[in-house]
């Protein structure tokens, strides 16, 4: 027997409902990133208040639940990087630009490494830097794409290996 709109409505809604607005491995990975501190508080605030936007706009019952539940997720997730940052979100951000910039620009430079696009704007960042954090940016860096090529080559072999026949002729 076929179903009426408002029975595959309710159907797909009691689905969609289920769904969190984003899973955990979404939220760890691309929400917080590698942001830690001050910056992870900033970001997480701004993050509360673009869901807010979207909260305002959102018609369905099951939607807004969704947001609602990740505003909540992050508020949980200010209150305990406060903790570890403390009431002055300013000062602990002044006291951690230097590592914040150095692991930012060192990511980026990595990457163009990789894509072979160096850009002079990344690179003129860099320079602005006092010259032992330019040599720290520069030393991530190449930790970063040591690490990126290490791995790379051991997925490659791995990805080899598993496409090789074990009867196979030599």
Do not use: H
């Not at 969704?66 to 997730?77: D, F, G, P, R, T």
């Not at 160096?118 to 960042?125: A, D, P």
């Not at 940016?137 to 074990?166: D, G, H, M, P, W």
């Amino acid at each position: 027997m076929a179903l009426t709109q408002y029975e595959i409505l309710a159907k797909s809604r009691n689905l969609l409902g289920q769904t969190p607005f984003r899973t955990t491995f979404e939220r760890e990975n691309f929400v917080y990133g590698n942001l830690s501190g001050p910056r992870l508080l900033i970001e997480v605030c701004k993050e509360i208040e673009r869901l807010n936007s979207l909260l305002d706009y959102s018609k369905q019952e099951w939607e807004r639940s969704a947001i609602l539940n990740e505003m909540n997720i992050l508020a949980e997730k200010v209150d305990e990087v406060q903790k570890e940052v403390g009431k002055n979100v300013a000062k602990s951000l002044e006291e951690a630009e230097a590592e914040y910039w150095v692991g930012e620009l060192a990511r980026k430079a990595a990457v163009e490494a990789l894509c072979q696009t160096v850009t002079t704007e990344n690179m003129g960042q860099m320079l602005k830097l006092p010259a032992e954090l330019y040599e720290e940016a520069i030393t991530k860096c190449q930790t970063f794409l040591n690490v990126i090529n290490k791995t790379t080559r051991l997925a490659e072999r791995k990805a080899n290996v598993s496409n090789v026949k074990a009867d196979s002729e030599e």
